[in-house]
């Protein structure tokens, strides 16, 4: 019955609490979770259901996190840690990529990541991190990457990196390690690349990198003298890419040098080298290098690049000493001011296809030194970015250039002043890219022949040359360009007639690219387009300083157009009537525009995706104009800086498949109506004057993964109007927010008392109480009701147990005693008046009376019985009478049958009856079987009493009977001793 009790009780609790945790939620961070955001709670978001991103949340400490058990990757960067505990990670088994970068930690625990066995990227770059405790790593047995570097560690010793057997990249740039012992890398056996650039390292212990076998790419720096010993390298045969940076001297002998062994080194780059004398003895044994870097900032002789000396000829030079040259491909040489080196020593360039030189000589000293160059270069670029002089190209220039000019194919030229005579380029028939960059004078017009014998220039770049094409006859410049793929003459002064120079490029019918923005043409007032180069896929033509009509349809002649680009320029009348099958990009930013179209007619783009209508003035708004184009698969679409104050539906009917849209640097006040945009995953809103964001645009950023919504720079109304937005921050899982939470860009613009204040740190309470009373009510009503049910169907139970705790000092007047005596009255010391209660059914009256009776009360040795029907008084209160009997009785004689179990009377008097074993721990009951009980009618404190107390099954032969009762006597007269097992 008790336990009965409790199953009710339970039950009201239970539901009570479920009623309250779905109709009365609130949302509320753990403690623990609190105090990890000093600003507020700005939760971390989870991407993608397996990704934690807690990056830029002023985080102090590592919040509990929901599901780190099935996290793949945790980013905590850009944060306010200053220590990590060693259970930060414990629940994040299954994690791959760990980044703590970006914040203030000093040290890490041992145990710190002991849990993280599947580790495979753990970056702690840009910390304060001063030393690598012993087994730090020890855990991460597949950790492939570890980055430590902006950190301040001072020395790398044993055991530093024990565990790390798979590790491949280990990065240590910009610390201020400047000792490494013996054997601090030597368990990295598979580590391919490592960087130790820009750190203060004393001399190399004699062997760093010995069991560095799998070490691919190596990157090393000194601020100390002879820190390169002979042995410092040794190893890495399979070494394939070095970079040194340094300002001393290394330690070379006349038997080799540091780098001899490296067999396999393919790529050297070699930064701030001031003593080239010693660093020309560096490339002796590299058989294989083919692509060198170097920059220089000392006084240095003549570079010579041999792989191979003859010791024997001490008398000759080094030149005449060299036996074997560096094989190389790619060489890029800088000279850093104030550097006055002399120029490489090209003969021993021969296998050279591609040249870099940035020099502080003049143009015409650098193309004077290249005569000696015997190799196939294909690629050079002369930058001579320090000197004033002027140079004039004419075709005498390159003409004691080797036959390798002939077969050059890019030539990048930039120096300060740059001027034409005659056609300077007619040796190089291979040329296939010319660019000329950014001279800050280009001497006089370019001659009608400067380019004569480009017959394969495919590419003509001209950038920033501040020239002018000839008065006249300007196609005679282009007129041998059969191949010419690309033109650009951008940022310039041209500024002859537009129109004839266009129709002279219509017949160069391999143009894709012509970009001729920044100029200064002359007569584009009327532009006719009667032509076109028939394969013009990109045309941009913008920046001009005069003002543009466009009178005739440009698609009906680039009918191949993929991009047109018309931005910052003044557009008087824009005509496109016909469909542009092609265009995809069309650029009207920074424009003013007059007129747009022709009375009315459609522009129909069929595949055009991106449209920029950004910074537009003109004599219709913004929604009129884009009603001109009929665009049906427009992805992109800029609309910022135009002044909007509000958004139209005609802009939602037309662009139904928009995914990106830029409104930044308007006048919005509310862009409720972007909710039906139902493809949009990049909303550009900052810097408008928007006070509300509405909980259907919040909606639309909230199920998609990677969206990017840009809120910065709005004036919020941070009253019950903002908590939408307020929570969205709190419980959005999925978008990107560009510039994270908190921040000075999310500020409060109203009311005055929160201005200023970030819209996470305002505190508001906003929730409506009517239906949280509503909710009360009828949840106590059903609670109610519930109780009354369950009374109703546990009454007896209930009175029982009321009854027991009003009479608990009465009862006790009736315990046991340890003895058994015989029969006595009840006065006398209390002892029990009968041998045993009987609770029967009614329709087992029969069988109780003329066998139980019979053969128990009637016989040699007979015993008392109480039978409630004949024992209990009447005009007594039936509880307290029956629990009297109960107690006054030695044991307790149950007769069982299906009937009993389901009469409610009867279950009552055995619960009871169990009750009492439980209260004495005595096993005074005794149980008989009249008929089996089904198993379905068996309830679980009948299956508890089976296996607790006696039990005997009514038999239907003679002697069984007689064996029977023989067995129920024995029962009666046994003593009933403690038993624990029921003292509770």
């Known amino acids: 019955m008790a336990s009965n009790m409790m199953q009710c009780i339970c039950s009201i609790v239970l539901f009570c609490w479920m009623f309250y945790a779905c109709f009365l939620p609130t949302y509320q961070q753990p403690t623990q979770a609190q105090s990890c955001y000093p600003q507020g709670n700005i939760v971390c978001k989870t991407w993608n259901h397996t990704n934690i991103d807690c990056k830029s949340r002023n985080l102090v400490c590592i919040p509990p996190l929901h599901h780190a058990s099935s996290m793949l990757l945790l980013d905590i960067s850009q944060n306010k840690l200053t220590v990590v505990s060693n259970v930060a990670f414990h629940e994040f088994q299954k994690l791959q990529h760990l980044a703590i970068s970006s914040n203030s930690i000093s040290s890490l625990d041992g145990g710190t990541f002991a849990g993280l066995h599947d580790l495979l990227t753990l970056d702690l770059s840009i910390n304060l991190i001063s030393n690598i405790q012993i087994d730090l790593f020890g855990n991460l047995h597949k950790l492939q990457e570890l980055d430590l570097s902006d950190n301040r560690i001072s020395a790398l010793l044993d055991g530093s990196f024990n565990g790390l057997e798979q590790l491949l990249t280990l990065n240590l740039v910009n610390n201020m390690i400047y000792f490494i012992s013996d054997n601090a890398l030597s368990s990295l056996i598979k580590l391919s690349q490592l960087a130790l650039n820009r750190n203060f390292l004393h001399p190399l212990p004699a062997f760093p990198f010995k069991n560095l076998a799998s070490l691919q790419m190596l990157q090393l720096s000194w601020q100390n003298e002879s820190c390169l010993s002979m042995t410092s390298l040794a190893g890495l045969e399979n070494l394939t890419s070095l970079t040194i940076s340094f300002h001393d ?7 080799g040098t540091p780098l001899a062994n490296l067999t396999a080194l393919h790529e050297l780059k070699m930064f701030d080298v001031y003593d080239c004398d010693t660093i020309e003895k560096l490339f002796f044994g590299l058989q294989n290098l083919h692509h060198l870097v170097i920059s220089v900032t000392g006084p240095c002789p003549e570079i010579m690049f041999c792989s191979m000396y003859d010791e024997n000829a001490n008398n000759l030079n080094a030149r005449h000493r060299c036996k074997k040259l560096v094989p190389l491909i790619h060489l890029e040489f800088w000279q850093i001011p104030p550097s006055t080196t002399s120029l ?9 296809t591609s040249l870099l030189l940035s020099l502080n000589v003049d143009m015409l000293t650098a193309i004077e030194a290249l005569n000696t160059l015997d190799s196939p270069l294909q690629n050079l670029t002369l930058i001579m970015p320090n000197t004033h002089q002027v140079c004039i190209l004419n075709s005498a220039t390159f003409a004691s250039w080797g036959n390798w000019k002939a077969s050059l194919k890019v030539l990048v030229l930039s120096t300060h002043e740059l001027g034409f005579e005659g056609a300077p380029f007619e040796w190089f028939h291979g040329l296939e890219v010319l660019e000329i960059i950014y001279p800050t004078h ?24 501040n020239t002018n094409m000839p008065s006249s006859g300007a196609i005679n410049i282009f007129s041998s360009y059969n191949s010419l793929s690309m033109l650009d003459l951008s940022y310039n002064q041209l500024n002859g007639d537009f129109e004839s120079f266009w129709d002279q490029l219509c017949n160069i019918s391999s143009l894709e690219y012509i970009d001729l923005s920044n100029n200064e043409f002359a007569s584009i007032f009327t532009m006719h387009w009667s032509c076109s180069p028939p394969n013009l896929k990109i045309l941009k033509i913008g920046y001009q300083q005069k003002v543009m009509t466009f009178s005739t349809d440009i698609c009906q002649v680039a009918t191949w157009l993929e991009s047109f680009d018309v931005r910052a320029s003044e557009v008087f009348i824009f005509t496109m009537n016909s469909t542009c099958h092609h265009l995809v990009t069309l650029i009207f930013s920074h424009c003013k525009i007059g007129f747009f179209g022709s009375h009315g007619v459609e522009t ?12 537009i003035s003109s004599i219709y708004d913004i929604f009129t104009l884009l009603n001109f184009f009929k665009a049906p698969q427009l992805q992109r679409l800029y609309l910022n800086n135009n002044e909007l104050t509000e958004i139209e539906n005609t802009l939602l009917n037309v662009f139904s498949k928009l995914r990106f849209l830029d409104l930044s640097n308007n006048k919005l006040t509310s862009v409720s109506n972007l909710q039906y945009f139902s493809n949009i995953r990049t909303l550009k809103l900052q810097n408008n004057d928007i006070k509300i964001v509405s909980k ?15 809120l910065r720079n709005n004036k919020f109304q941070c009253d019950c109007n903002v908590e939408a937005l307020q929570k969205w921050i709190y419980a959005d899982n999925m978008v990107n927010l560009p510039v994270e939470f908190p921040t000075s860009d999310y500020l409060c613009f109203s009311p005055d008392s929160e201005k200023d204040f970030s819209i996470t740190d305002v505190n508001l309470d906003c929730e409506s109480h009517i239906w949280k009373y509503i909710s009360v009510s009828i949840a106590s009503a059903m609670v109610i009701l519930v109780a009354v049910i369950l009374m109703a169907r546990y009454r007896w139970h209930i009175k029982y147990t009321l009854f027991l705790l009003f009479n608990r000092t009465r009862r006790q007047q009736y315990n046991l005693v340890e003895h058994d005596d015989d029969l006595i009255d009840d006065n006398e010391n209390g002892i029990p008046r009968y041998d045993a209660y009987v609770p029967y059914h009614i329709e087992d009256e029969d069988w109780v009376d003329g066998e139980l009776l019979a053969n128990i009360e009637e016989g040699d040795e007979p015993f008392r019985l109480c039978l409630r029907r004949r024992d209990i008084r ?33 279950y009552f008097e055995l619960n009871m009856a169990h009750h009492r074993v439980l209260e004495e721990g ?17 309830t679980l404190l009948l299956r508890q009493l089976f296996c607790r107390v006696q039990y005997l099954k009514w038999p239907g032969d003679g002697y069984s009977q007689y064996l029977f009762w023989r067995c129920l006597r024995e029962e009666l007269k046994r003593p009933v001793p403690l038993d624990r097992r029921f003292n509770i």
Not at 448 to 462: D, P, R
Not at 885 to 897: E, M, N
Not at 926 to 934: T, V, Y
């Open 249 to 255: 001297q290394v330690n070379n002998n006349k038997t």
């Open 344 to 352: 490489p020593a090209f003969e021993t360039l021969f296998n050279l």
């Open 442 to 465: 280009l001497i006089d017009t370019l001659p009608m022949n400067a380019f004569e014998g480009l017959v394969s220039l495919n590419t003509l770049a001209m950038v920033d040359v």
């Open 604 to 615: 129909h783009l069929p595949i055009l995706e991106d449209l920029h209508l950004n910074w």
């Open 696 to 710: 259907a645009i919040l909606s639309k950023f909230h199920h998609h993964y990677a969206s990017t919504l840009d």
């Open 874 to 906: 009447a005009g007594r209160p039936i509880f307290s009478e029956l629990s009297l009997h109960i107690q006054r009785s030695r044991k307790i004689l149950v007769i069982l049958s299906p009937r009993f179990v389901e009469d409610n009377w009867c």
């Open 922 to 938: 005595r096993n005074v009951m005794i149980l008989i079987i009249l008929e089996e009980i089904p198993d379905n009618k068996m």
